[in-house]
Each structure stands twice: as structure tokens, then as C-alpha cells.
């Protein structure tokens, strides 16, 4: 027998082979297996295992490791596949990424795979072959009624049919071969569409810049060049999206893979639509709206290597790319790159860490970049690159502010802005309303008692949306009935207050009858394909008004679009939170960036009570980052973020009184390793889903003397035993502090 002594149980003194592998659970701590002597693995492979009773599927993390004395390991059931699903460098960010978001392993790993490879299905595609006819059914002997049936079937879809179809219809697959021995049907692999070479699109040269954008490429390193991170600062209307694509073009190899993320693909179909054009069938995209099978199909495409430029959202940053040359963070301020539950990484971030690890260059590109990242490049880590001039021949908006103090105002809109929203009709041109609240209005109110309706679950009032006569909460998912009137005094004197995007649409359409009101948020958007249907109506270019959410300033492209109102700009100039400002100012930018991206200029009115705030004058400059240098100074002033590393930790209960015992049995433990602790504070909404929120505050000038802090912390705590109903959760670079 020749097999290796270390595979050899048998041999004495010398352990037999193990692996130590991660499960897909909110555990901190892995699990030691035997590998048999057949098996070879390598960290990053699916196995089978034992695991109490049944059996799970885990990942290798490493192998070869000396297995605790005196305990008999089970040993591994089987690989699933002889390759590591996860291949080196992907594990290696995942690993990174668990130890600095101290979220454990496993489900770092496990966050990895497409649902599928999860549920340890096999890495490969459903195979649906394709048949077609071939022959007539009056070939078949009178008596082979279901073969006739099923041929006639098919001659009724001249393209053929999937064989999942064709089984859906009530034929079988032994029918099929039945048909394919007498050669009256053929069979494909796939659908004739997708093999067809000239269906795909072809792939044009790249897009002509303009001169600022030229130069602004030149300052781009190539792909050849190793790791840098270069911050695009490009004003709305730019063309960082051109840039983008003159880029790729330019570096990526005929093999090469490039990474695109983006916040919400669902809301700018025309930016995918943008590189199909100049890239064809190598665009592939990647967002919550795929089903399972689409995102399996994806995954193995980058998985293969295969050379595609993948257009994503947060997670696409951990799919497991094996010919990486580049990655494009496109609007990286955007906080839904962070995610809020579960393992809370940033995906600009550790799309940066990626691009460490992979020694190719990130571009980070925004009009209103994170202080974050600006800091970053003040400090020259990132190379900033300026682009401030707009495409084409379009100037920036100009941005006035209108004092609404003591203004009438109708549905939230003072008479200066309805006589703006007016002329740019008459003018044959569109106007975008933006109003940060969707529903009618944020709050119902009694006037003769004083009553708001709250949510039962939450410390917050429900908000009334008329449409479909409820109220909701919009932290959790109560909703109720609405009311006629007071629910407890029954005084009919029960009343909306404030403004939500349904109400600023009704005093629209009552104001303006004869032009189009298109409202845009998340309730109108819910049903697939209605924002395709919304950006055809803005496309055509004809009068309309636009009112909307946030969701309005991400990154659209409306050339007709010459005047935004805001409705209110005063929501986060007193807030807590201490990112308030930043985020308030991105925003309002954002969204006065879709005004005159055209030809015709565009004109921005900030409706506010407090005109004299100096965020608010300073904005009309609309010069980005003097408003950046301000917050940074502040920001220093207060040792808040990017000058010091935060983390909190959070504590969730069916009592206040049991989160703040739990955090605070953890600040003094907090100091001793010389990391700072605010609180614990009961959270701004303090009950939420009927979970009673505090939260401790860390903040350290050193990050990696807090990491190495969370490190033990988070340990000491897993091994605790809690009160019932009490848990605990780590946000390390938190976006909400409040
Ligand atoms: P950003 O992403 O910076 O806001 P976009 O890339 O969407 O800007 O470009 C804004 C508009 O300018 C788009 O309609 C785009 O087609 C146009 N554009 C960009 N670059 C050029 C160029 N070099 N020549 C002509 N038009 C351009
Ligand atoms: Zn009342
Ligand atoms: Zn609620």
C-alpha cells in the first residue's frame, strides 16, 4: 500500500488528515472533520458532512490542522464538486471581510454562493434541452395518438420548445425519445436564440469623450498598473457613465473580467441598456430580482471565468471572479451599499479591499462622494480625479432657495413654486417635484383632541396613504384600516399633516389637469416593469410632472427635465444622527442633478423654513466639495468618522431594561482596551417591531486596536448565556447612528 503517512489513520502517532470547515450559521466557531483517504480538498470546496443527525453542507477553511486531542472525528461524506466553489481570492475577501465586519465565518462564506449551491444543490445548470419537429405527424401509424398529439404540439411552436414545456403541456420525455428514434424531432441544447451568433449584440468601439473627459481618462491607471483606488468626482451630468465605458473598453482584454457596481439597478434600466450597447453579450447583471436559477447561471458564468463585465448591486462584490482586471463603484456615497441586517459589510469598501487583493485599479465615481472616501483622497490614498464640467453643452442648474415661512402654502407647495412648475410647462419642458415621504401624509392628526395615530409595535406614527385607504408603519409591516375620523375622541375634524409624494401628486394633477403627474416611489414602483413604463412616459420628452422619492436622484438621465422643486429641504439639518448632514446634501445635489442635463438649463427651488442655515446658502454655490470641506472640518472637530473608526454594538429586547443591562455590563469591559464607549442609549426609535433597541457607541482613533477589540468582545459574548429574547448585534462603519 503506498498511501501518504498523513492520510493514514492507521499509522501510529501521526493524526490523520483533517479539514476544518464553516456552516452556514450565525456561529462563531468552525468544525473539525477527518478527510478520508480518497478525498483531496482545499479551502473554499463544498462537502458533505455529518452533522448531529443529518447531514449539512459546509466549506473547507483549512485543512491539515491538528484535530483536538482525545476526540475521534467524523469524517467527511463526499465533495460536491473537486473545485473550490469559492476560489482563492474570493475566500480570501470573505475571510477578510468576517474578521473586520466581525460577522461569523460561515455565513460570511455561505453569503457567497447562489441559493442553490447553498442548499448543496449541484454547481451545475438545469439541463432543458430544446426540441423541435422534424416531420409530419402523419408519418406516425394511426394508432400513436399521443406521439401525433405532441408532434402537432410542436408544430404549433414553429421555434420549438424547452423539454420542461413540453411536460408542462402533458407530454413525457419517453415520447420525446420516441419521436427523436423515428428522427421526427430534433433536439437542441439550448434555446436556438441564444446559439445563434448573429442574434447577439454587436460590440461598438467606444464612446467619444469629450476634451474634460479625456483628460479626466488620461488620469485613469490601467488595468495593467497593479492596485489603485482613484475617486472620480464628476459632476451630475458629466458623463461618468461614458467615462465608465471608454474605460473598460480601453483595459479590458478579450479574457478579462470587469466589476460594475451599482446602488439599484432596478431604477435605471438605461444605464445597463448604456454597455449593452458598446459591449454586448459580455454584460451581465446581477440584483435581488433574479430568481434562483438566474443567479446560479450567473455565478457559474464568473465562476468559469468567463469574460463578463457584471453590472451589480452590494452583493455582486462577492461573487467568486477568477480574471478580475477592474471594478467601477458608480454613485459611491450611496448608503444601500451598505447592508443593514445580517453580516453588515459595506460593498464600496470591501469592493476597495478587493481591488487590494486582486492588484487592479477601482475607480470610486460620485457627484457628491462620501466624506469617507473624500477624505481619503485628501489624504492621498485615492487619486482624485475632477470632471466639473457637464457633457454635451449643458450647464449646472441653478440653485435658489425659497423661504416658505410665512408663504401659503397649497399641499406643501408655496405659490412661487407652482407659478415655476407653470411656465416650465408652457415651455413645453418636464418638472421633477421631490418630496422626501412617500404616502399621503406622515401623520394623521385629531384637532380637537390632540390624537396621532401610532404604530402599536413601534415608537413611531403611522403614516396615512390614501390610495388604498391605510395606514402603515413604515419600520415594520403593521398596517390598519384608515378612518373618518378620530379613532378616539370621533371627532370628524381627524386630519392629514405634512406632506407625502401621493398628496403632492393630488395637488398636482388638481393644479395642472391637462398635464400628465407621474408619481415615483417605492408603492408605485412595487410591480415589475412600472418604472420601464414610467421612464418611457419621461422619455418621450412631452410635459409631464415627475414627483417622487429619493428614488428620483439615482442617476437618471431625463434631458427634458429643466426645473426640481423640493418640497421640503428641512428633515436633516437638526437631526442626531451625525451623518444627517452629509447624507441631506448629497441628496438635494442628487436630485438638482437631474435638472438641465439637456440642452435648456435647469433651475432648482429648495423650498425651506430656514433660508439662513449656512448648509443651505452654501448649497446654492453648488460647489460639492467646499460643502465636503465643511463637513470634514466639523467632523474632525468632533473626532467623529473618517477621522476615527466606529463600531456599535446593539442590544435587542422584549425590554429596554435588558438591552441597556447587557451593553452596559459591556462598557467597562470596552475600556480596558482603551476604545472609547458612548451610553448605552436607548436607540431614536426605541422600540421597533415591539424590540426594545439600545445601542453602545465604540470609537477608537486606531482601527485596528478596535478590530482587535470586537475580536474579543464579540467572542466573550457568544459564549455568554442571555436572558430569553435578548440578542445582540455588531455594526462595524455604521451608516445610522440614531
Ligand atoms: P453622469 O453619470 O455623470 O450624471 P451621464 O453619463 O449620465 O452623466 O451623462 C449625462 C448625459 O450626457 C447623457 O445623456 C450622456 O449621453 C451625455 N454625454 C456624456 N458624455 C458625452 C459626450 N462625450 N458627448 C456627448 N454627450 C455626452
Ligand atoms: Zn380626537
Ligand atoms: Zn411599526
Not at 465615481?365 to 462620501?370: F, I, K, L, Q
Request: aromatic content about 6%.
Amino acid at each position: 500500500m503506498t498511501a501518504s503517512p498523513q492520510r493514514n489513520p492507521g499509522l501510529a502517532g501521526i493524526p490523520p488528515a483533517t479539514a476544518r470547515i464553516a456552516l452556514n450559521r450565525p456561529l462563531r466557531r468552525l468544525f473539525d472533520y477527518q478527510i478520508p483517504n480518497n478525498l483531496k480538498l482545499e479551502p473554499g470546496q463544498r462537502v458533505r458532512i455529518p452533522f448531529g443527525r443529518q447531514s449539512a453542507t459546509g466549506l473547507v477553511v483549512d485543512t491539515g490542522v491538528t484535530p483536538p486531542e482525545g476526540i475521534r472525528l467524523k469524517p467527511v461524506q463526499s465533495a460536491h464538486e473537486p473545485w473550490p466553489a469559492l476560489p482563492q481570492e474570493t475566500f480570501r475577501l470573505l475571510s477578510w471581510a468576517a474578521d473586520y465586519y466581525q460577522h461569523p465565518l460561515g455565513e460570511c462564506l455561505f453569503t457567497a454562493l447562489p441559493p442553490a449551491l447553498r442548499r448543496g444543490r449541484p454547481a451545475a445548470e438545469k439541463q432543458d434541452p430544446w426540441w423541435q419537429a422534424n416531420g409530419v405527424p402523419e408519418a406516425l401509424p394511426a394508432n400513436a395518438h399521443r406521439q401525433k398529439s405532441l408532434l402537432t404540439w410542436l408544430h404549433k411552436h414553429p421555434s420549438g420548445a424547452p423539454a420542461s414545456a413540453i411536460v408542462a403541456a402533458g407530454y413525457t420525455q419517453s415520447q420525446l425519445r420516441t419521436l427523436l428514434q423515428k428522427e421526427l424531432v430534433t433536439q437542441l441544447n439550448e434555446a436556438p436564440s441564444t446559439v445563434e451568433p448573429t442574434e447577439s449584440a454587436p460590440e461598438l468601439p467606444g464612446p467619444n469623450l469629450s476634451a474634460a473627459q479625456q483628460v479626466a481618462a488620461d488620469q485613469i491607471p490601467s488595468a495593467e498598473s497593479g492596485f489603485s483606488a482613484s475617486l472620480l468626482y464628476g459632476i451630475t451630468g458629466s458623463g461618468k457613465t461614458e467615462l465608465y465605458l471608454h474605460y473598460l473598453k480601453r483595459e479590458l482584454g478579450p479574457s478579462s473580467q470587469g466589476l460594475v457596481l451599482v446602488p439599484e439597478i432596478n431604477l435605471t434600466p438605461q444605464t445597463v441598456a448604456r454597455f449593452r450597447h458598446y459591449f454586448g453579450d459580455r454584460i451581465v447583471v446581477w440584483h435581488s430580482a433574479l430568481n434562483d436559477s438566474q443567479r446560479l447561471t450567473t455565478w457559474l458564468k464568473v465562476r468559469r471565468g468567463e469574460p463578463v463585465i457584471l453590472i451589480g448591486t452590494r452583493s455582486a462584490v462577492l461573487l467568486p471572479f477568477t480574471h478580475l482586471k477592474t471594478i467601477i463603484v458608480d454613485e459611491e456615497h450611496d448608503s444601500s451599499y451598505k447592508q443593514g441586517e445580517g453580516f453588515r459589510y459595506s460593498g464600496r469598501d470591501v469592493a476597495v479591499y478587493r481591488a487590494h487583493l486582486n492588484q487592479c485599479p477601482i475607480i470610486l465615481g460620485s457627484a457628491t462622494p462620501s466624506l469617507e472616501s473624500y477624505h481619503n483622497a485628501l489624504s492621498g490614498k485615492y487619486r482624485l480625479i475632477r470632471l466639473e464640467e457637464r457633457a454635451g453643452n449643458a450647464q449646472p442648474p441653478a440653485i435658489s432657495l425659497l423661504d416658505i415661512r410665512s408663504r401659503p402654502l397649497e399641499g406643501g407647495l408655496s405659490r412661487p413654486a407652482l407659478q415655476a412648475i407653470e411656465r416650465c410647462l408652457s415651455a413645453g419642458q418636464q418638472a421633477l417635484v421631490f418630496v422626501n415621504r412617500r404616502g399621503f401624509a406622515p401623520v394623521m392628526m385629531c384637532f380637537d383632541c390632540g390624537h396621532m395615530v401610532e404604530c402599536p409595535r413601534c415608537d413611531t406614527r403611522l403614516t396615512y396613504h390614501r390610495r388604498d385607504r391605510a395606514m402603515r408603519c413604515h419600520h415594520c409591516d403593521y398596517q390598519t384600516a384608515a378612518t373618518e375620523t378620530c379613532p378616539k375622541c370621533q371627532s370628524d375634524a381627524f386630519k392629514p399633516v405634512g406632506q407625502g409624494t401621493e398628496r403632492t401628486e393630488d395637488i398636482l394633477t388638481a393644479q395642472f389637469p391637462d398635464t400628465p403627474v407621474v408619481r415615483v416611489d417605492r408603492d408605485s414602483t412595487q410591480r415589475k416593469g412600472s418604472i420601464q413604463s414610467i421612464l418611457k412616459q419621461v422619455n418621450t420628452g412631452k410635459p409631464c410632472i415627475l414627483v417622487g422619492t429619493q428614488m428620483l436622484a439615482k442617476g437618471h438621465d431625463f434631458p427634458n427635465v429643466t426645473l426640481v422643486v423640493v418640497v421640503n429641504a428641512d428633515g436633516g439639518l437638526f437631526s442626531v444622527d451625525f451623518r444627517a448632514p452629509e447624507q441631506l446634501i448629497q441628496t438635494l445635489l442628487q436630485v438638482s442633478g437631474r435638472a438641465g442635463r439637456g440642452e435648456k438649463s435647469g433651475k432648482v427651488l429648495v423650498q425651506t423654513c430656514h433660508s439662513d442655515h449656512p448648509i443651505l446658502s452654501s448649497l446654492c454655490d453648488g460647489h460639492y466639495l467646499t460643502l465636503a470641506d465643511q463637513l470634514l472640518a466639523e467632523r474632525e472637530e468632533n473626532q467623529l468618522p473618517p477621522f476615527r473608526a466606529m463600531a456599535i454594538f446593539r442590544g435587542e429586547a422584549d425590554t429596554m431594561e435588558k438591552s441597556l443591562q447587557l451593553l452596559d455590563t459591556l462598557k467597562p469591559k470596552v475600556r480596558t482596551y482603551g476604545i472609547e464607549a458612548w451610553g448605552p442609549l436607548p436607540a431614536l426609535i426605541a422600540r421597533r417591531a415591539d424590540r426594545h433597541r439600545a445601542q453602545l457607541v465604540l470609537c477608537c482613533d486606531n482601527r485596528k486596536q478596535l478590530n482587535h477589540a470586537l475580536g474579543h468582545l464579540c467572542q466573550e459574548l457568544d459564549q455568554q448565556k442571555l436572558p430569553a429574547g435578548l440578542r445582540w448585534m455588531i455594526d462595524v462603519d455604521p451608516q445610522e447612528t440614531g
